[in-house]
């Protein structure tokens, strides 16, 4: 692992363009999501709660090198260590580019919702009783939320990407979502689509936990050259024993 700085981008640019409709469905304002004014989003970075870092879904879906399936790694990393390391940075920055309370970094357990019932479900939470007085409380503001749609997409959207379909609860998502305002932006226009995104921090020194996937070719020759990177706070470095094959 080097010293390069994780990235996340913009929520215009997620891979999955459904991004935010749960969200906006559960509230009747699929209309506001659909207009094609261009709305600016929160930048997000997207992870799993510590217990599926060894998921065969996970493997499937997130880790594939050169199309091959459980081909990659997944890497834990101290949370709050993260936060303090993203707010270190921010505090040395010049004071002409701090906004007082603009950034806001914590983590957010994904809220999931079913389609059929709108029951809202939070792993490991016993009670969502609150958060669903709140959403219907807004839900009957509909209406008068459709009079402004730019106006309503700059402020819901920085907690529509906190809802995800119900199809999707067993990944247990966890999400960082950072408005940016503090943050250099970055611009790769050397690819296609092109791409927007923040710097935070580096990982190496708050990684808990490297995992080689249940395919990784060369593993033992793969952990060596992991240790060897690492001067201090050697994580734990080993391979997947989940039984996996791919076609």
């Known amino acids: 692992i080097s010293e390069t700085k994780l990235r996340i981008s913009e929520g215009n640019l997620m891979n999955d363009p459904s991004e935010g409709e749960a969200f906006y469905d559960f509230l009747n304002l699929e209309s506001i999501n659909k207009d094609q004014s261009f709305s600016q989003k ?5 992870f799993v709660s510590e217990h599926n870092s060894d998921d065969l879904n996970m493997w499937r879906f997130y880790g594939k090198e050169n199309g091959k399936e459980a081909k990659g790694c997944s890497i834990t990393i101290e949370t709050q ?13 010049k004071k002409e580019r701090r906004y007082e309370n603009a950034s806001d970094i914590h ?20 009670d969502t009783s ?17 009079k402004n749609t730019l106006l309503t997409k700059k402020y819901l959207n920085a ?17 960082l979502v950072v408005n940016g305002f503090e943050f250099a932006k970055q611009y790769n226009t050397d690819i296609s689509p092109p791409k927007v995104y923040i710097e ?6 708050i990684t808990k936990k ?8 060369d593993s033992t020759e793969w952990k060596t050259v992991i240790f060897h990177s690492f001067v201090r706070n050697i994580p734990v470095i080993e391979k997947s024993t989940l039984r996996y094959k791919y076609q």
């Open 107 to 126: 983590f957010y357990r994904v809220t999931y919702i079913d389609q059929k019932t709108n029951d809202l479900y939070i792993p490991n939470s016993e």
């Open 130 to 146: 609150e958060l669903k007085a709140l959403m219907m409380k807004l839900k009957k503001e509909s209406s008068f939320l459709k």
């Open 200 to 205: 935070l921090a580096s990982i190496k020194e």
């Open 42 to 46: 929160p930048f997000l970075g997207s």
């Open 159 to 175: 907690i529509a990407f906190l809802f995800k379909n119900d199809s999707y609860k067993s990944e247990n998502e966890v999400r």
């Open 81 to 93: 260590a993260f936060i303090d390391e993203i707010e270190s940075f921010l505090s040395n920055e």
């Open 210 to 217: 490297i995992i080689l996937g249940p395919n990784v070719e």
